[in-house]
């Protein structure tokens, strides 16, 4: 699926219950934790410069503390986060791809014991 096809309309911020909501033009709501989705930061300050894999890194306190979120062109988001990292674009497919819910991982595997490929 790419993000020609699907793409968010929505997005809502609950600090309060430490999630995101990503809602999908195909109506699919996606629930992110803070931390989950920062520890898969897709930046290179996180991951490296000439790296193919992405790894999960655990980030605590203020960096799970998300201050905005916006759209880059159309085909990804710019998370804010309250430790002033901000250099993360998550592209659509990654985030639809790495969707924790029981629909798109049924086993529930954790993914931050996985290594994502670019």
């Known amino acids: 699926m790419s993000s020609d096809d699907v793409f968010p309309t929505e997005v809502q911020l ?3 219950e430490g999630m995101v909501f990503i809602t999908w033009s195909d109506d699919h709501v996606s629930p ?3 931390a ?3 520890g898969w ?3 290179a300050r ?3 410069h000439f790296t193919t894999e992405i790894k999960y890194q ?3 306190g203020r960096g799970l503390v998300m201050e905005n979120a916006e759209p880059v062109g159309n085909y990804g ?3 804010y986060w309250g430790d002033g990292h901000d250099t993360g674009i998550y592209d659509f497919d990654d985030l639809r791809e790495m969707c924790p819910c029981e629909v798109c991982d049924p086993e ?3 993914m931050a014991d996985r290594v994502r490929v670019r």
């Open 14 to 16: 609950k600090q309060d």
């Open 36 to 38: 989950y989705i920062r």
């Open 46 to 48: 996180c991951q490296g």
């Open 58 to 60: 655990e980030v605590s």
């Open 108 to 110: 529930q595997v954790r």
């Open 77 to 79: 988001m710019k998370l």
């Open 32 to 34: 992110y934790p803070l």
């Open 41 to 43: 930061c897709p930046c």
